[in-house]
T-cell receptor, first 115, second 113 residues
Framework: GAVVSQHPSRVICKSGTSVKIECRSLDFQATTMFWYRQFPKKSLMLMATSNEGSKATYEQGVEKDKFLINHASLTLSTLTVTSAHPEDSSFYIC???????????FGSGTRLTVV | QQQVKQSPQSLIVQKGGISIINCAYENTAFDYFPWYQQFPGKGPALLIAIRPDVSEKKEGRFTISFNKSAKQFSLHIMDSQPGDSATYFCAASRGNAGNMLTFGGGTRLMVKP
């Protein structure tokens, strides 16, 4: 089945630094990947849609300059949290689905803690 | 605008009982309705999904019931087990690959031994 690998699973960074999270589709090509943010005991909130070879589409209220998304290949999308602050601490999850398949596969998530 | 409403927010069921979670959607363009199971600290995992051309789909102990006219769908977990304790999310999307999932608010299920 379709597998999405997300790395790292946990990261702690100092306030003001940048953190990069990788999302890879291991056995399929993904022209589109999605990045979500999830607060404790809450649902997944779509942050942006990552499009291979073009600019990402951000949801309303998501700062594109803070959450930089790069989808450089058909199997890799990265989310960079720039100048991180404690309020950026959250659980970030990516997802993708193979072309022609309705099923979305999610990565295992990244727990970001900004201290 | 919350396009997918999920209830209840939390649910406690005795082992062996039936867990029922309900969702309602607004956008009639949705044509794919999955349920995801999420354990703490993990990403959601697809449990079962249905398309609107059928009214019910069963996979093992998990059944989706779909009511297109009412724009509602539900998840039934038969013979609930403590290992089923997790958060469950319903979701909906349109068919094109570029369309994202719209999630319900989630239901925290606890199955007591």
């Amino acid at each position: 089945g379709a597998v999405v690998s997300q790395h790292p699973s946990r990261v702690i960074c100092k306030s003001g630094t940048s953190v990069k999270i990788e999302c890879r589709s291991l056995d399929f090509q993904a022209t589109t990947m999605f990045w979500y943010r999830q607060f404790p005991k809450k649902s997944l909130m779509l942050m942006a849609t990552s499009n291979e070879g073009s600019k990402a589409t951000y949801e309303q209220g998501v700062e594109k300059d803070k959450f930089l998304i790069n989808h450089a290949s058909l199997t890799l999308s990265t989310l960079t949290v720039t100048s991180a602050h404690p309020e950026d601490s959250s659980f970030y999850i990516c997802s993708a689905r193979p072309t022609g398949n309705y099923g979305y596969t999610f990565g295992s998530g990244t727990r970001l803690t900004v201290v | 605008q919350q396009q997918v409403k999920q209830s209840p927010q939390s649910l406690i069921v005795q082992k062996g009982g039936i867990s029922i979670i309900n969702c309602a959607y607004e956008n009639t363009a949705f044509d794919y309705f999955p349920w995801y199971q999420q354990f703490p600290g993990k990403g959601p995992a697809l449990l079962i999904a249905i398309r609107p051309d059928v009214s019910e789909k069963k996979e093992g102990r998990f059944t989706i019931s779909f009511n297109k006219s009412a724009k509602q769908f539900s998840l039934h977990i038969m013979d609930s087990q403590p290992g089923d304790s997790a958060t469950y999310f319903c979701a909906a999307s349109r068919g094109n690959a570029g369309n994202m999932l719209t999630f319900g608010g989630g239901t925290r299920l606890m199955v007591k031994p």
